[in-house]
Structure formats: structure tokens, C-alpha cells
């Protein structure tokens, strides 16, 4: 670890969450002295022992390096006052209830903050969040130095991805950019320039963009299934040697904590109407309901185990889980679904959670509704499958 950075101080508000606490001890690790703002105070608590609340691959050994070589936290975001860059992680989404929320800790954050001290936004945000910015009293008289650095790791790869990928830095003038590029070479990554403008369209275009691509195969299995087509075989088929159809991704619901809700602030943000981007999530929707209709189809009684339900493979997040709604939909058509998911928190559930080897003898009917590699393992032979994902 170098400690040419330990004059500079960052802080990191929600610091605690998925983006910000992978993001902390990376810089930690760095040589910064980084102090993690999050309000909740579980996690905290939590974070200091040592233990995150998340699964993130490589996270407990950063952690643990990032621990012992100062990381400090703190629920006040009065604290952030000795910090030259301040970096922003909260949840964001189009909500009302969510904007208020950013509005109100925005206004917080830039009135602890020192005079010209850099200000990183890396929540998701909109032009509108921007201006708000530019207009709050704190930001003008203090001259504080904004910058928009979207986030764009995937859950599950922040180390391998922090490090890799180019961070786009949206400034406004050549004097913010220089500061924050600068910054991230300290931290060995590279950077892109451009505005904040292009930098808020270039983050929600790009997940807009994965969940039309993501929804449009689903639309085909949709009208597939409705034909009496099954689709399996003909994406086998219709793949197979044929270089201009090899990138094809998988049906499945597009879900999970990010796609969802960037698409719909996209669509909201930019004025979308009438625009094919409005029917993806009626698409998704139309895709977990013809699942429930090969359940009744294929399954024989009522009785279902069903394989994950976190919103991707060896995640335990659940947020926009797809594996969720179609576990609710089942059970509103009649079903019993027994649900076995090793990487689920059972306390974060409301409903219950078994362990395979206890209920496989209770039905044949296996729904694998997200493909966790554990499952791999499991004695499925004389099952009749159905897969979530194809
Ligand atoms: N999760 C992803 O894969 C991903 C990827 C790219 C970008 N993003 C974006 O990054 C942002 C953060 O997402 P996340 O998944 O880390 O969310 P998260 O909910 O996991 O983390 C947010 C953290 O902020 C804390 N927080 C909330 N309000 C606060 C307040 N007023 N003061 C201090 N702390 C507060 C929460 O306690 C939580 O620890 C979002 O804008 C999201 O769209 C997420």
C-alpha cells in the first residue's frame, strides 16, 4: 500500500451501501484517509467489525486491509468538513420520495463542506438534480468544484472493475476536470472527458440501452410461447456456427437494483413518449406471467421448489428481484412454492427459506428461477425443469 495520498482526505456519504463501501476501501487502500458517512447505523456498526452487510467478491479482505490502514466511520455528515474531496453514493431513483431525499442530503453535504473542496457526485442522477445543485447558495458562496463520475461497475465485480474500466468524468470546465483526473491517476484509473450534460445522458442511456437489449429477446420468447414455439430450440438452432447472432443474451427478467429504475428515469428525464423504451417493462412483465403459464403447463400439481431469488447469480441482493415477483405470481395462481436460495440473508425475507436436501423429496416440480452455481450440485435427476433464465 503507498501512503503518498494520506494529506488528502476523503469523504464517502453513503458509504456504506454496494457502490460506496467497495469504493472506500479501494481508495483506502490507495493511501488515502477515507471516512465513510452512511446513516445507518447497523451497517456501521457492522463495517467496523469488519463484516460487511453484502456480499461483494474480495470485499472482506479490502475491508480488512482498508480497516487497518485508518478507514474511519461516522453517521454525521458534519464530519465531511475536513474533507478535500467528497464523494456522493446514496440510492437514487426517479421517486419523489428518493429526489427529496437526495435534495435534502445534497443541501446537507455542501453545507459542511470546506470552501472550494471537490464535490464527486456518483449516484445516478438527472440534469434537474444538476441544476438544483448550481442554484444552492452553499455551492455558489463556498465555490465548490462539481463533477458528475457515474458509477458503471456491475454488483459482484467492483475490485476487477474499479481498476479497469475508464471513469468518465462530466465537468463543466478544465480546471474541475484536471482536479478530479488527477485524483483518479492517483488511483490508477484512467479517465474520460466530457460534460456533466453528456455525462448524466451517457450513464442512464447506457443502462436504458442494456434493459432494451435485455427485454427485446424476451419480447421473441413472449411470441414464441403464445405460438406454440418452444423457444429453447430454436435459439439453439438458429445460434448454432452463425457468427451474426452470437451475442444473442439470455431471456430472463430484467431486474435488480440499477436497470429498472434508470430506464424509467430515462424515460422521464428526456420527455420518452410513444417510444418502443415505454413497452420494455410491459415486455418483462408479459415474460414472467408466460413463465407461470409453463408452470401450469408442465408441472405436475401444485406444489413448486423454486431455485433463487436473488435478482442475478451469486448475488445475494434482492433488490428488483425478478425471481421475487415471479414467486408471488405463482403463489396468486394457486401454487405452493417451496423457495431454496443459500445466498439469501433469511432475515431479509418475509417468507421462508428451505434447504434442498430437506424438501426435495416434497415434489418433482423444479423451477430454476435464478442459476446459482450451487444448484449445479443438487441431485435434480427424474425432476421436471423449468428455467427462469434460457
Ligand atoms: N448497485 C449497483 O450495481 C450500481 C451500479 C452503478 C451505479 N449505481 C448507483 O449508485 C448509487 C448507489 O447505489 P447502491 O446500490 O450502492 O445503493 P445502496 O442502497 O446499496 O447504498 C446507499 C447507501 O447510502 C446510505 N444512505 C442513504 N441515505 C443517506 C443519507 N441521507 N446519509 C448518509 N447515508 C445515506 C444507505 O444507508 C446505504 O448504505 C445509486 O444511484 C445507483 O443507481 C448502483
Do not use: C, W
Given at each position: 500500500m503507498s501512503n503518498k495520498n494520506t494529506s488528502s482526505h476523503v469523504s464517502i456519504v453513503g458509504g456504506g451501501g454496494h457502490i460506496g463501501l467497495p469504493l472506500s476501501c479501494?481508495?483506502?487502500?490507495?493511501?488515502?484517509?477515507?471516512?465513510?458517512?452512511?446513516?445507518?447505523?447497523e451497517s456501521i456498526n457492522s463495517i467496523r467489525k469488519g463484516k460487511a452487510p453484502f456480499f461483494e467478491e474480495g470485499l472482506d479482505k479490502n475491508l480488512k486491509n482498508a480497516l487497518k490502514g485508518g478507514l474511519t466511520l461516522t453517521n454525521k455528515v458534519g464530519e465531511i468538513k475536513f474533507s478535500n474531496f467528497v464523494i456522493v453514493t446514496i440510492g437514487t431513483s426517479s421517486s419523489k420520495k428518493s429526489i427529496d431525499l437526495f435534495d435534502s442530503?445534497?443541501?446537507?453535504?455542501?453545507?459542511?463542506?470546506?470552501?472550494?473542496?471537490?464535490?464527486?457526485?456518483?449516484?445516478?442522477?438527472?440534469?434537474?438534480?444538476?441544476?438544483?445543485?448550481?442554484?444552492?447558495?452553499?455551492?455558489?458562496?463556498k465555490n465548490i468544484k462539481l463533477t458528475y463520475c457515474p458509477e458503471r461497475i456491475a454488483e459482484g465485480s467492483a475490485f476487477e472493475e474499479l481498476g479497469s474500466l475508464q471513469q468518465i468524468i462530466g465537468a463543466?470546465?478544465?480546471?474541475?476536470?484536471?482536479?478530479?483526473?488527477?485524483?483518479?491517476?492517483?488511483?490508477?484509473?484512467?479517465?474520460?472527458?466530457?460534460?456533466?450534460?453528456?455525462?448524466?445522458?451517457?450513464?442512464?442511456?447506457?443502462?436504458?440501452?442494456?434493459?432494451?437489449?435485455?427485454?427485446?429477446?424476451?419480447?421473441?420468447?413472449?411470441?414464441?410461447?403464445?405460438?406454440n414455439i418452444n423457444f429453447s430450440e430454436i435459439?439453439?438452432?438458429?445460434?448454432?456456427?452463425?457468427?451474426r447472432l452470437n451475442k444473442i443474451p439470455m431471456t430472463g427478467y430484467v431486474g435488480g437494483p440499477c436497470l429498472p429504475k434508470d430506464l424509467e428515469t430515462f424515460i422521464k428525464s428526456y420527455d420518452v413518449n410513444n417510444s418502443l423504451l415505454n413497452k420494455l417493462s410491459y415486455v418483462n412483465e408479459k415474460y414472467l406471467d408466460n413463465l407461470v403459464n409453463l408452470c401450469s403447463e408442465v408441472f405436475e400439481g401444485k406444489k413448486i421448489i423454486q431455485l433463487g431469488l436473488t435478482f442475478k447469480s451469486g448475488s445475494d441482493d434482492l433488490r428488483g428481484?425478478?425471481?421475487?415477483?415471479?414467486?408471488?405470481?405463482?403463489?396468486?395462481?394457486?401454487?405452493?412454492?417451496?423457495?431454496?436460495?443459500?445466498?439469501?440473508?433469511?432475515?431479509?425475507?418475509?417468507?421462508?427459506?428451505?434447504?434442498?436436501?430437506?424438501?426435495?423429496?416434497?415434489?418433482?416440480?423444479?423451477?430454476i428461477a435464478v442459476n446459482h452455481s450451487e444448484f449445479s450440485k443438487y441431485d435434480l435427476k427424474n425432476k421436471i425443469i423449468v428455467y427462469g433464465e434460457l
Open positions: 479501494y481508495i483506502q487502500n490507495k493511501g488515502y484517509q477515507v471516512l465513510i458517512v452512511d446513516n445507518n447505523i442530503l445534497i443541501n446537507q453535504v455542501l453545507k459542511n463542506m470546506e470552501n472550494e473542496a471537490s464535490l464527486i457526485l456518483r449516484s445516478t442522477v438527472t440534469e434537474n438534480d444538476i441544476a438544483k445543485i448550481k442554484k444552492n447558495k452553499h455551492y455558489i458562496n463543466d470546465n478544465k480546471e474541475n476536470y484536471k482536479i478530479i483526473q488527477e485524483f483518479f491517476l492517483s488511483l490508477n484509473i484512467k479517465t474520460i472527458n466530457t460534460s456533466i450534460k453528456y455525462a448524466v445522458f451517457i450513464k442512464l442511456f447506457s443502462n436504458a440501452y442494456r434493459h432494451a437489449n435485455f427485454s427485446i429477446i424476451n419480447e421473441f420468447y413472449n411470441i414464441a410461447f403464445e405460438n435459439k439453439n438452432i438458429a445460434t448454432k456456427k452463425y457468427p428481484s425478478g425471481a421475487i415477483i415471479l414467486n408471488k405470481k405463482l403463489q396468486k395462481k394457486g401454487f405452493e412454492v417451496l423457495a431454496v436460495d443459500p445466498h439469501v440473508n433469511k432475515s431479509e425475507i418475509d417468507f421462508n427459506i428451505f434447504d434442498y436436501q430437506k424438501i426435495k423429496q416434497r415434489t418433482n416440480n423444479i423451477l
